[in-house]
């Protein structure tokens, strides 16, 4: 069965600082990828999702994430933090059947000023 | 597009009542997805639909939950009656199963029941 584990509930960095979020996944099969972000009061926003290909995923906003099988990880990163990056992320794996998600727990990122 | 389209954006009813939830997903998609999200339990996966079918309602936590997709473009979520340990943000959700297989998320709907 697919699940997905995101180490860190909260997480604080300063402006201009490094931003590491961390997702690992367990799959029995090749793994869809996502990573959804939320800002206070709205939906889920997709950032970038890996299916197949390239293992470095670009997504909006200067994010992106490395898909890494041996280590069963898609941890998100950015290398320079904004305060308008403050929200809750969500790393999905897609479901052997592809019906539907298995979300994380999510991540609040705070950054200080 | 104008996105996954839910209504009403907030709701406040008194326990007991009827409440229903209304969603409109991204035209062209074909499977929908009803989702609660609350403080305690994070983001849980109430209800899918494939191509208005009912697949997997095993995330719809009591008879007093029903959920309905009587179109390609509409979509309802019943809580009949409602009661306070229900209160939470509902969103709606679609995807094209076609494509990639990313959901688009709707801006949800916060219920509150007294």
């Known amino acids: 069965a697919q699940s997905v584990t995101q180490l860190g509930s909260h997480v604080s960095v300063s402006e201009g600082a490094l931003v590491l979020l961390r997702c690992n996944y367990s799959?029995?099969?090749?793994?869809?990828l996502f990573w959804y972000v939320q800002y206070p009061n709205q939906g889920l926003q997709l950032l970038l999702k890996y299916t197949t290909g390239a293992t470095l995923v670009k997504g909006i906003n200067g994010f992106e994430a490395e898909f890494k099988k041996s280590e069963t990880s898609f941890h998100l990163t950015k290398p320079s933090a904004h305060m308008s990056d403050a929200a809750e992320y969500f790393c999905?794996?897609?479901?052997?059947?592809?019906?539907?998600?298995?979300f994380g727990s999510g991540t609040k990122l705070n950054v200080k000023p | 597009d104008a996105g996954v389209i839910q209504s009403p954006r907030h709701e406040v009813t008194e326990m007991g009542q009827e409440v229903t939830l209304r969603c409109k997903p991204i035209?062209?998609?074909?499977?929908l997805f009803w989702y609660r999200q609350t403080m305690m339990r994070g983001l849980e996966l109430l209800i899918y639909f494939n191509n208005n079918v009912p697949i997997d309602d095993s995330g719809m936590p009591e008879d007093r939950f029903s959920a309905k997709m009587p179109n390609a473009s509409f979509s309802t979520l019943k809580i009949q009656p409602s009661e306070p340990r229900d209160s939470a943000v509902y969103f709606c959700?679609?995807?094209?199963?076609?494509?990639?297989?990313?959901?688009?998320f709707g801006p949800g709907t916060r219920l509150t029941v007294t």
């Open positions: 799959s029995s099969v090749p793994p869809y």
């Open positions: 959700a679609s995807s094209d199963r076609q494509g990639a297989y990313e959901q688009y």
């Open positions: 035209s062209g998609h074909n499977s």
């Open positions: 999905a794996v897609l479901s052997k059947d592809f019906n539907k998600f298995y």
